[in-house]
C-alpha cells in the first residue's frame, strides 16, 4: 500500500541531544511537509521541500534542520538549539509543483518526542 | 497573508445530534479549502475538499461542507453523529497562486456523548 512511513512513533531525548525523526514515502509525490502539534495551536510548518535537494523554511525553523538527498525521504533533525521540543510531529507530502499543487497533504501517523 | 479561523475549540453533542463546525477564512482571492480529522496519536486524513464547482462538498463518514464565497465560510456539517466522530477536526485554506502551502487553522475538539 502506498503511503508515509513516520519513525519511531514514540522518542525520548535528553536535553541536549540532537535527535532526527524519518519520514520516507512512496507515493511519488514531489512535495514533502513537516509540521509540530501542540495542544490548542494547530499545525505549524516547519519547513518543506518542493523538489530534491531544495527545502525552504517554514513558519517556526528554528533549531531544526533536513535534508532532500532522494524523492522519498525527508528527515527532520531537532537540534539542542530547539528550546522547546517536546511536541508531536507530522510529516507530509503532496503532488505536483507549483500552481498544480493544490495543497491536498497526505500525513503519516506522527512521532511523539519528549524530552526529558 | 492567508489567516483560518475554527470558531469553536470544543463542540460537545450527544449521539445522533446534528452537528456543525465553524470556519472562516481571510482571503477573499480564490482559494482552495480543505476539512481534515485526526483520532487520537494519528496523522491528520482527508475528510473533504472545495476545488471549483458545486459549493456544496461531500465526503467520508457522512460529512458534508459548504463553500460561500460572500462569507469567506467553509463550514462542515454532519446530521447525524455517532460516537466514532469524536475526534479533532481542523479547517484549511490554500492559495491556487502559492504552489500548495496549506494554512490550518486551530482546530475543533469534537466530543460526542452517548
Known amino acids: 500500500d502506498g503511503g508515509i512511513t513516520q519513525s519511531p512513533k514514540y522518542l525520548f531525548r535528553k536535553e541536549g541531544q540532537n535527535v532526527t525523526l524519518s519520514c520516507e514515502q512512496n507515493?511519488?509525490?514531489?512535495?514533502m511537509y513537516w509540521y509540530r502539534q501542540d495542544p490548542g495551536q494547530g499545525l505549524r510548518l516547519i519547513y518543506y521541500?518542493?523538489?530534491?535537494?531544495?527545502?525552504q523554511k517554514g513558519d517556526i525553523a528554528e533549531g531544526y534542520s533536513v535534508s532532500r538527498e532522494k524523492k522519498e525521504s525527508f528527515p527532520l533533525t531537532v537540534t539542542s538549539a530547539q528550546k522547546n521540543p517536546t511536541a508531536f510531529y507530522l510529516c507530509a507530502s503532496s503532488t505536483g509543483t507549483g500552481p498544480a499543487n493544490t495543497g491536498e497533504l497526505f500525513f503519516g501517523e506522527g512521532s511523539r518526542l519528549t524530552v526529558l | 497573508a492567508q489567516s483560518v479561523t475554527q470558531l469553536d475549540s470544543q463542540v460537545p453533542v450527544f449521539e445522533e445530534a446534528p452537528v456543525e463546525l465553524r470556519c472562516n477564512y481571510s482571503s477573499s482571492v480564490s482559494v482552495y479549502l480543505f476539512w481534515y480529522v485526526q483520532y487520537p496519536n494519528q496523522g491528520l486524513q482527508l475528510l473533504l475538499k472545495?476545488?471549483?464547482?458545486?459549493?456544496l462538498v461531500k465526503g467520508i463518514n457522512g460529512f458534508e461542507a459548504e463553500f460561500n464565497k460572500s462569507q469567506t465560510s467553509f463550514h462542515l456539517r454532519k446530521p447525524s453523529v455517532h460516537i466514532s466522530d469524536t475526534a479533532e477536526y481542523f479547517c484549511?485554506?490554500?492559495?491556487?497562486?502559492?504552489?500548495?502551502?496549506?494554512?490550518f487553522g486551530q482546530g475543533t475538539e469534537l466530543s460526542v456523548k452517548p
Open positions: 507515493l511519488n509525490h514531489d512535495a
Open positions: 472545495y476545488l471549483s464547482g458545486s459549493t
Open positions: 484549511a485554506v490554500s492559495d491556487p497562486g502559492q504552489g500548495g502551502k496549506l494554512i
Open positions: 521541500s518542493q523538489i530534491v535537494n531544495d527545502f
